[in-house]
């Protein structure tokens, strides 16, 4: 086994690891009554998936997912938990209906696996677009080493614009929503 | 939170290093890992942070929400003006290459210019979504 055959194999051996337990956080999230652990275990959930990432070399979705999915969701869950309540309360009857519309779902996904190119595969679709101009034309044109960088602020530029604006809006309407709604409120004493 | 020591302590310490490093996560998205989006949320982590140890009402006095709206908006204007001043260099809506006389520091000067956005209105929303829910108690 040569070195290049080597790595492979222990980033097989990483990746079954990372989705053994992200599908055992992900489990137990679902099952445990204690909404706080559960909020905790989907830190743990977002911090093992942006180490998927990094396997994967995918170190900007990896960075986004450990700010993104373990710091500031988390956080956020915690907030919404303090506003209401700590424990999950059971449901009256048993969620049948979810449960066959989450394995149908499932199914679905599980079964169209097979239709995928192969794990890693250089002539896959993907790799075969746009990506190839990107790679051999970003540095020249843009003098950004980072082609991610260079592919979101550059070549999709208006994507970005727009992920702007869709935050921009987001916040406005929190803000308008709850949060100056909640000053007004205790600044006129009244209910 | 402020009773406990250890927690103020060690979290004053971590503040300035989780800014210093939003900051450079923004200023070299163009070299590594990261970008607008990361740094916003790093950056808005180190205020969150700090509201979560010592108060909202605290941190309302370092950020104000007047700020942070301003801010939120100024970031959306910032990205949306290097856009329009590409059209006023003559060339398309987000043609970087038109805002210098060579394509390529353009280019380069747009990218920065609209990470710089994005990492505004980022951290802004951050902070403000996270003032609202806080200031809900």
Known sequence: MDR???????????????????????????????????????????LLMAALWVVLDAVDVAFTEAAVGAGITTVLMLLAIALTERHEKRPSR?????????????????YA???????GDAAAPAHRHVAPEYIARALDETGVPNVVTAVLASY???????????????????LLLIGVGARRRKEGGGS | MKDYMLLRIISKMLIPFILLFGLYVQMHG???????????????????LYAIVFEVETARRVAPMA??????????????????????????????GALAHDPRHGN????????????????????IVYYSFAGRR
């Open chain 1, 113 to 119: 696996t097979g239709g995928m190119p192969a794990f």
């Open chain 1, 4 to 46: 290049k055959e080597g790595r492979r194999a222990i980033e097989i051996y990483i990746n079954i690891v990372l989705l053994f337990f992200l599908v055992a956080t992900g489990l137990a999230a679902v099952l445990l009554r204690n909404l706080l652990a559960s909020a905790m275990l989907l830190g743990i959930y977002g």
């Open chain 2, 30 to 48: 163009d070299y590594g890992p990261g970008g607008g989006f990361q740094a916003g949320v790093i950056f808005a982590a180190a205020f969150i």
């Open chain 2, 67 to 96: 700020v942070l709206a301003t801010a939120a908006c100024i970031g959306v204007l910032l990205d949306g003006g290097v856009g329009v001043a590409g059209m006023i260099g003559g060339g398309n809506f987000l043609e970087y």
């Open chain 1, 156 to 174: 999709r530029g208006f994507d970005t614009l727009g992920e702007v604006t869709v935050i921009f809006t987001a916040g406005m309407g929190v």
């Open chain 2, 108 to 127: 380069h000067l747009g990218i920065t210019l609209i990470e710089l956005g994005v990492g505004i209105t980022v951290a802004a929303v951050m902070m």
């Open chain 1, 94 to 110: 048993p969620p049948y209906l979810a449960l066959l519309a989450a394995l149908v779902t499932g199914g679905a996904l599980v």
